[in-house]
């Protein structure tokens, strides 16, 4: 929704997590409950209407792109601020490397998260998938200018194999931005475990999604609008899910990941000319494969990198003799 020019903002500061469970609603931004009025309570037939959405929700997201075009969201610049490291390719001492950073953006839409990151970062490399064939269309269209570093394809991750499209293991970085909240809960897990399969060991996972106690979750659920706990349907047909930071962290702690880094994002927003405040709130969270440890990694990469380029210049010997050479399997 395009708001007016009459919205004042205010941000409002909420406490970082990182690596630890937060106490339940203290009002401080930790983990919240939000209060819904009565008619919250006549709540959808579960599992009629989770399979009615979750069978028709291509057609939903079709319809929303075909609506909407590329108008609804703003391009998302503030990911160059918050995650810039992650895309920036590097070598030894910090400087440019040319080896491209691979990228894949799940659930790209109209593209408003990889166009901003493809002219930010020259040497990046972006797979974008959507099951919205409208959506992926729209992007290949958009992106032709930039064919060379853009590989857009349909995809829907809760059931197609993304190894069958992209090389297992071969992905630096997946961003999942608002998408995994359109998902049903009982999906979750599988798209997680397709992403896995995808990733480098050394790879991160960048998530933005919404947060529980949102405007927008308390005003669907005071329209009825539940279909399970903490997942809704719109009037459009689309669904979201609210996430808390142990139900985001847990879910990806399951799947085989480690958090790095997680927070609840809150900003207030007032329209002064229909006198409503719009609490509203997201989920900011880094997350990496199991068993790899983002601290000691880039010395191990770069011993890794050096001992390999003295071996194709013929300096290994050298530099390792033979008895006290390092072990390379």
């Not at 919250?40 to 075009?69: G, I, M, P, V």
């Not at 997946?174 to 359109?182: K, W």
Request: hydrophobic share 40%; aromatic share 12%.
């Amino acid at each position: 929704m395009t708001l007016s020019p009459l919205l004042g903002h205010r941000y409002l500061c909420c406490r970082m997590r990182s690596l630890r469970r937060l106490g339940s609603g203290d009002g401080n931004g930790g983990n919240v409950r939000p209060h819904f009025s009565r008619s919250a309570s006549s709540h959808l037939n579960a599992n009629a209407k989770n399979q009615k959405y979750e069978r028709n929700a291509t057609k939903y997201w079709d319809d929303f792109y075909k609506r909407h075009q590329g108008k609804f969201f703003k391009d998302r610049h503030y990911l160059e601020k918050d995650w810039g490291r992650y895309f920036a390719s590097s070598g030894e001492s910090g400087q440019p490397s040319m080896d491209p950073k691979v990228v894949l953006e799940i659930g790209c839409g109209v593209g408003n998260t990889l166009f901003p990151l493809l002219a930010a970062f020259p040497n990046v490399f972006i797979h974008a998938c959507d099951f919205s064939s409208h959506a992926v269309a729209f992007v290949k269209e958009n992106g032709a200018s930039v064919s060379d570093r853009l590989n857009a394809f349909i995809c829907d991750v809760t059931k197609d194999d993304l190894s069958e499209i992209i090389m297992p293991s071969s992905v630096d970085v997946v961003t999942m931005i608002f998408m995994l909240s359109a998902v049903s809960p009982m999906n979750m897990p599988a798209v997680l475990q397709n992403v896995r399969s995808i990733l480098k060991p050394s790879g991160y996972v960048l998530f933005r999604d919404y947060a529980l106690g949102d405007f927008a979750q308390i005003k669907l659920a005071n329209k009825g609008q539940t279909i399970s706990e903490n997942f809704y349907v719109r009037g459009d047909g689309t669904c979201s899910f609210y996430f808390s930071e142990d139900t985001l962290s847990n879910l990806f702690e399951r799947n085989g990941f480690n958090t790095l880094d997680i927070s609840v994002y809150c900003r207030q927003i007032v329209n002064h000319s229909r006198d409503i405040v719009m609490d509203r709130r997201w989920m900011r969270a880094t997350f990496c494969t199991m068993g790899f440890d983002p601290v000691a990694a880039p010395d191990c990469l770069l011993a890794l990198s050096v001992i390999y380029r003295q071996f194709l210049h013929g300096e290994f010997a050298a530099s390792y003799p033979l008895s006290s050479a390092p072990c390379m399997l």
